[in-house]
């Protein structure tokens, strides 16, 4: 199973985002139960995608594909950032305040992250947690358009 995931966006504002995979599926999870449809990954074009032509693509987000780069679109994109939004919010007016809801979380049971020749960026991105700072990066990262997504374990 991969364990860390690196989203590479090119254009139209360049930008890099790594988590672990636990969050991924985190983030994923929570933003299908708050709105988000997901589109469904797309091929990757160039070299990153060469390795689809002679396989059948599967379109989703799991780990077990790891072994091709996918892009995730603008729309979809826009779409997982306004499902965590609305978590956000939800959490909010749960803990009726955002010092609250941060005081109501637990951090997560995840084991550190390590991979030689790892940055020290990739080491403190790699290991982040499930935090509201965590979700408003992200969601910021993704209101900035899509990006292809891969696996590195």
């Known amino acids: 199973m991969a364990l860390i995931v690196e989203c590479h966006r090119i254009k139209p504002k360049v930008g890099t985002f790594c988590m672990s995979s636990y969050l991924w599926d985190k983030t994923l999870q929570e933003g299908l139960m708050y709105g988000w449809l997901p589109a469904g990954a797309k091929k ?4 990153e995608g060469n390795c689809w032509k002679n396989a059948d693509f ?7 594909e790891f072994q091709w780069g996918k892009v995730v679109t603008d729309e979809d994109a826009i779409g997982l950032a306004n499902g965590l939004q609305n978590f956000l ?5 749960l ?3 955002r010092e609250r809801a941060i005081q109501e979380w637990v951090s997560r049971n995840a084991p550190l ?3 030689e020749g790892m940055s020290a960026n990739l080491l403190i991105d790699a290991n982040r947690s499930w935090s509201i ?5 992200f969601s910021k990262f993704l209101r900035d358009g899509g990006f292809v997504f891969y696996w590195d374990e």
Request: net charge negative; proline share 7%; glycine share 12%.
């Open 44 to 47: 990757a074009t160039g070299v």
């Open 58 to 64: 599967p379109g989703g987000y799991l780990p077990e």
């Open 89 to 93: 919010e939800r959490q909010f007016r």
């Open 95 to 97: 803990y009726r305040s």
């Open 113 to 115: 992250l390590l991979k």
């Open 133 to 137: 700072e965590f979700i408003e990066d």
